[in-house]
């Protein structure tokens, strides 16, 4: 609403009157009366004889709408600016710089060319080429950041896996893995990219073992299983002969397979022996091991992959580690399948780190048990009963993919 006031001379048919107009000089305190109304609030003057009128009763000014009637050029206006109230800029979950949506587009990026770095330095240690140090620096540099910034993105990239490429990507999701239980415990960024090297490069000395031995999809014999325990001497080797790697990250690829009750390999250090990076590494390791797909065995849905790791709370793997990294991953974490109170079922796409047991989810089955040939995605922590505040939908159960004929990678790479 704009409101003007106008002297008398300038009121024209058209204009919309914004308050009453009463005549001055009949009624009013001193004659005990009320002032007579000529013109009431929200009347359009229609005719020249209603301004006469008003003239007439010896009115010098009055107030008009312009937002509803004819405007003039001058006046004064006298309503105030109308209040534009304080938008609240949306602020990023606790923990968080920045919103995933935007994160996980650079996080794409980064772990693209991070899976590509790993690549090209197994396939030279292979030949015997050498290592562009500084390239895996900086690749662990910006995982790191990303990690720092918004851990949800490259975390939910980690149950992406690639079969082909399988030893490149793992490297990058223990890398990610193990700085996501790093930066839950409070360590620094500059200490955390450390830990990243050692997860970029834990595996490294595997790229020695022949893939005869590494890929064999049935079981091993002795000496090939000697030749697979013997890769994080290698890995320790290698990275200690290129004479500038931190110690920390020479103990990641030393004894990412130690457990804490010394039945781990290949020296079967204890708990207090480990680097306690290296015990953050050897979880990030077995759960993306139990959920990757192998030649000889599918990989394990998350919830149970979390639970093998539950298990082991203790006795292989450091108590305060699982924990931490448990709480990281959340509940569901990106990639379970999940079973809703509405009878369908769907994959959760994003986790929600201020309600885990509401994340985001593409579902993919109807109730009535047929798949959608592409996701319908739903907020659990935003949508809501149309007769209240009651959720519309939550997860009453995770489900195992494998039973429903679902390949969660396939629908992962559906964009939802
Ligand atoms: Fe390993
Ligand atoms: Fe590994």
Redesign the pocket.
């Known amino acids: 609403m704009a409101k003007k006031k106008i002297s008398i001379d300038q009121l024209q048919v058209g204009m919309f009157m914004e308050a009453d107009v009463r005549d001055a000089a009949k009624g009013g305190k001193s004659s005990g009366k009320k002032k007579v109304l000529l013109l009431g609030k929200g009347m359009l003057i229609t005719s020249d004889n209603q301004i006469r009128r008003l003239k007439e009763a010896g009115l010098n000014d009055v107030i008009i709408d312009t937002s509803k009637g004819k405007d003039i050029p001058g006046g004064r206006i006298v309503a105030p600016p109308p209040v534009v109230k304080e938008v609240k800029k949306a602020k990023p979950p606790a923990g968080r710089k920045t919103f995933f949506k935007d994160e996980i587009k650079v996080a794409k990026k980064i772990r693209g060319a991070s899976v590509q770095i790993v690549k090209e330095f197994m396939g030279n240690t292979a030949t015997g080429g050498s290592i562009d140090t500084k390239k895996v620096a900086l690749a662990s540099k910006t995982l790191t950041g990303s990690v720092f910034r918004n851990v949800d993105a490259l975390l939910s990239l980690t149950s992406l896996k690639n079969y082909s490429e399988h030893t490149y990507t793992h490297s990058v999701n223990v890398c990610v893995l193990t700085l996501a239980i790093a930066y839950a415990s409070g360590v620094t960024e500059d200490e955390a990219s450390v830990i990243g090297v050692g997860g970029l490069m834990?595996?490294i000395?595997?790229s020695m073992i022949p893939l005869e031995i590494l890929d064999k999809p049935g079981p091993l014999s002795d000496e090939e299983r000697k030749v697979i325990m013997n890769?994080?001497v290698q890995?320790e080797r290698i990275l200690r002969e290129m004479g500038n790697m931190p110690e920390a990250a020479i103990a990641i690829a030393g004894q990412?397979?130690e457990k804490v009750n010394g039945s781990g390999y290949p020296r079967g250090l204890t708990g207090d022996q480990m680097h306690s990076f290296a015990s953050m590494s050897a979880v990030a390791?077995v759960y993306d091991a139990l959920t990757s797909p192998r030649p000889y065995k599918p990989g394990l849905p998350p919830y149970i992959a979390l639970r093998v790791v539950f298990d082991g709370k203790g006795t292989e793997f450091d108590t305060g580690v699982v924990e931490t990294f448990i709480k990281s991953l959340g509940i569901y974490p990106v990639g379970s399948f999940v079973k809703l109170n509405t009878s369908e079922m769907g994959i959760v796409t994003e986790v929600n780190p201020e309600d885990s047991l509401r994340p985001k989810v593409g579902v993919i089955v109807t109730k009535f048990g047929k798949q959608r040939a592409s996701p319908f995605p739903v907020d659990l922590a935003k949508e809501f009963k149309e007769t209240g505040p009651e959720y519309a939908r939550m997860i009453v159960a995770q489900e195992d993919p494998r039973h429903h004929n679902i390949n969660i990678e396939d629908w992962l790479a559906t964009p939802m």
């Open positions: 834990h595996d000395g595997k890769h994080p890995s990412h397979h390791d």
